[in-house]
T-cell receptor, first 112, second 113 residues
Framework: DAGITQSPRHKVTETGTPVTLRCHQTENHRYMYWYRQDPGHGLRLIHYSYGVKDTDKGEVSDGYSVSRSKTEDFLLTLESATSSQTSVYFC???????????FGPGTRLTVL | AQSVTQLDSQVPVFEEAPVELRCNYSSSVSVYLFWYVQYPNQGLQLLLKYLSGSTLVKGINGFEAEFNKSQTSFHLRKPSVHISDTAEYFCAVSTNTGNQFYFGTGTSLTVIP
């Protein structure tokens, strides 16, 4: 299995609080991605990174920001969490652009 | 923009019967195609991928898929399913001109004993 960990694995928070999710990889892959998974929507891309300090928006980026200061870490921040951001969040990594992505175990976030 | 359609949200099938999960995509450029499987409370795992070459692709756990460019399809098949194949299956597409994957909404396969 690809070395990808996500932390925390579960989190319950209240509306309006900031939340940061962490993705850590040991594969030295260049590309990293954050997705959210919701029933009926499949996986939707939030943000992705194509190198240290290089990031771009995905399909559903509103309300989220990301940072990548090291190859191995990709952080997803909800500046002020809302109930609509209750979801399961997956991190993925890829060695090459547009090739196979490897997924982490996911973080289940509940915003009350 | 690309899009992926998985026409069947749920597919029940009896154990040892064949199954086909359908995937269609829309794209005006060359595509790379993928099928992933997700078991309950886990991340996604790659089943198979088509990048180029033979249009019939074989993957893990006895699954295969065929790329049909004229019909813009990439259907997943297995000749005989097992209880352990019960899971969610996602089709995904990427292109050589972008940086993103686009996922379908998933098909829930339930294998009935």
């Amino acid at each position: 299995d690809a070395g990808i960990t996500q932390s925390p694995r579960h989190k319950v928070t209240e509306t309006g609080t900031p939340v940061t999710l962490r993705c850590h990889q040991t594969e030295n892959h260049r590309y990293m991605y954050w997705y959210r998974q919701d029933p009926g929507h499949g996986l939707r891309l939030i943000h992705y990174s194509y190198g240290v300090k290089d990031t771009d928006k995905g399909e559903v980026s509103d309300g989220y920001s990301v940072s990548r200061s090291k190859t191995e870490d990709f952080l997803l921040t909800l500046e002020s969490a809302t109930s609509s951001q209750t979801s399961v969040y997956f991190c993925a990594i890829s060695e090459y652009r547009n090739n196979e992505q490897f997924f982490g175990p996911g973080t289940r976030l509940t915003v009350l | 923009a690309q899009s992926v359609t998985q026409l069947d949200s749920q597919v029940p099938v009896f154990e040892e019967a064949p199954v086909e999960l359908r995937c269609n995509y829309s794209s005006s450029v060359s595509v790379y195609l993928f099928w992933y499987v997700q078991y309950p409370n886990q991340g996604l795992q790659l089943l198979l991928k088509y990048l180029s070459g033979s249009t019939l692709v074989k993957g893990i756990n006895g699954f295969e898929a065929e790329f049909n460019k004229s019909q813009t399809s990439f259907h997943l098949r297995k000749p005989s399913v097992h209880i352990s194949d019960t899971a969610e299956y996602f089709c995904a597409v990427s292109t050589n001109t972008g940086n993103q994957f686009y996922f379908g909404t998933g098909t829930s396969l339930t294998v009935i004993p």
